[in-house]
């Protein structure tokens, strides 16, 4: 595998389920991200990970919840979601630095449906 | 607050034609800048970034893109676009005061005409 790499590729689940969405990154990077991407909208940064450490959290609802065990891996805990929470969840990686900003690399994305 | 605006949601283009595609932000200083490509069922890929120098800055796939601080703009363009070139193209902005938080515009999809 190379890049980044989302499992599953598509999700289907009721507004009582609980499920985890996944993310590996084989790019040697320290920071990791999720994303939001609803249609006709900017895309919108969940979390981000930096050395394992959460370092940003933009407001998420409660139902989501993030996990990142080590810096290849993270993952997206979901349990009683919202029709409206039905969207592309992309995660993305990137090698930060304390004065360069480096590009994100992305994953093709989870399609979530919530019923 | 910080701002990124694509003006475009749709543009058609036949193929061969050129094509611009605009991007502004708001941000009081020189932003890190770039542009996404995400094709149906892809993730974004980068196409091109600017951090400063030179500030017509070429990207991969014929892409290139000029920062003009004067208009706060970074429009990409392509001389003569190709039907593989159909997708949906997003502007994104980085601000000195995080190395994590890009602002992203709401992307224009391109639709090429044969």
């Known amino acids: 595998e190379t890049g980044v790499t989302q499992t599953p590729r598509h999700l289907v689940m009721g507004m009582t389920n609980k499920k985890s969405l996944k993310c590996e990154q084989h790019?040697?990077?320290?920071?990791m991200y999720w994303y939001k991407q609803s249609a006709k909208k900017p895309l919108e940064l969940m979390f981000v990970?930096?050395?394992?450490?959460?370092?940003e959290n933009n407001s998420v609802p409660s139902r989501f919840s993030p996990e990142c065990p080590n810096s290849s891996h993270l993952f997206l805990h979901l349990h009683t979601l919202q029709p409206e929470d039905s969207a592309l969840y992309l995660c993305?990686?990137?090698?930060?630095?304390?004065?360069?900003?480096?590009?994100?690399?992305f994953g093709p994305g989870t399609r979530l449906t919530v019923l | 607050a910080q701002s990124v605006t694509q003006p475009d949601i749709h543009i058609t283009v036949s193929e061969g034609a050129s094509l611009e595609l605009r991007c502004n932000y708001s941000?009081?200083?020189?932003?890190?800048l770039f542009w996404y490509v995400q094709s149906p069922g892809q993730g974004l890929q980068l196409l091109l970034k600017?951090?400063?120098?030179d500030t017509l800055v070429q990207g991969i796939k014929g892409f290139e893109a000029e920062f003009k601080r004067s208009q706060s703009s970074f429009n990409l363009r392509k001389p003569s676009v190709h039907w593989s070139d159909a997708a949906e193209y997003f502007c994104?902005?980085?601000?000195?005061?995080?190395?994590?938080?890009?602002?992203w515009g709401a992307g224009t999809k391109l639709i090429i005409k044969p």
């Open positions: 990970y930096s050395l394992e450490e959460r370092v």
């Open positions: 994104a902005v980085g601000f000195m005061d995080s190395n994590y938080q890009l602002i």
């Open positions: 790019l040697g990077h320290n920071a």
């Open positions: 600017y951090f400063s120098g």
């Open positions: 941000y009081g200083a020189t932003p890190y």
């Open positions: 993305a990686s990137s090698q930060t630095s304390g004065t360069t900003y480096n590009e994100q690399f």
